[in-house]
T-cell receptor
Framework: TQLLEQSPQFLSIQEGENLTVYCNSS?????LQWYRQEPGEGPVLLVT?????EVKKLKRLTFQFGDARKDSSLHITAAQTGDTGLYLC??????????????FGQGTILTVHP | KAGVTQTPRYLIKTRGQQVTLSCSPI?????VSWYQQTPGQGLQFLFE???????NKGNFPGRFSGRQFSNSRSEMNVSTLELGDSALYLC?????????????FGPGTRLTVL
């Protein structure tokens, strides 16, 4: 059974601060996706990383996929109140037979205070 | 391009009843996955359908079932509802559901079992 350990579970910061969320596993993933979810809504895809060592930037958000494709991080620079939400990492099985199944981390609830 | 749609958005049922949830994927997407999201367990994979065939199933009892139609629309059914079935049920679609695929989620159906 694949597991994704996401940390921290909760993050409460002031506007303007930087933060990093981590996603770790002992399993290899063919890709890893980061989502943001608002209360009562479905997760919205932020980015997909596929290649080991890959770094992707989305405005103030920087995503990195580990060289061995087992871990990933999300770094937010100068957080804004609009960044508040639940952040989820999810991995697609590299085995090739786990069709349509993403393994999700437990999520990080980020609160950015003005 | 329209996103993933789910109906209904909210449902209230009583124990012992059954319920059917519907999902329409993004146009052109042939893989539909279903997830259950609860505060305690996070997002857990239920099953995946591709070309009207169930290719993958998570660890849920047989009371949870689904199907996919020729137009890729999917339904899931939960029979003999239990209090613990109260959750946000999410549907996600992707092009083929294998490899480094991306999944796009609908807004979810909030099921409350009384």
């Amino acid at each position: 059974t694949q597991l994704l350990e996401q940390s921290p579970q909760f993050l409460s910061i002031q506007e303007g601060e930087n933060l990093t969320v981590y996603c770790n596993s002992s399993s290899v993933f063919s890709s890893l996706q980061w989502y943001r979810q608002e209360p009562g809504e479905g997760p919205v895809l932020l980015v997909t990383v596929v290649t080991g060592g890959e770094v992707k930037k989305l405005k103030r958000l920087t995503f990195q996929f580990g060289d061995a494709r087992k871990d990933s991080s999300l770094h937010i620079t100068a957080a804004q109140t609009g960044d508040t939400g639940l952040y989820l990492c999810a991995g697609a099985d590299a085995g090739g037979t786990s069709y349509g199944k993403l393994t999700f981390g437990q999520g990080t609830i980020l609160t950015v205070h003005p | 391009k329209a996103g993933v749609t789910q109906t209904p958005r909210y449902l209230i049922k009583t124990r012992g009843q059954q319920v059917t949830l519907s999902c329409s994927p993004i146009s052109g997407h042939r893989s539909v996955s279903w997830y259950q999201q609860t505060p305690g367990q996070g997002l857990q994979f239920l099953f995946e359908y591709f070309s009207e065939t169930q290719r993958n199933k998570g660890n849920f009892p047989g009371r949870f079932s689904g199907r996919q139609f020729s137009n890729s629309r999917s339904e899931m059914n939960v029979s003999t509802l239990e209090l613990g079935d109260s959750a946000l049920y999410l549907c996600a679609s992707s092009l083929v559901g294998t490899g480094g695929y991306e999944q796009f989620f609908g807004p979810g159906t909030r099921l409350t079992v009384l």
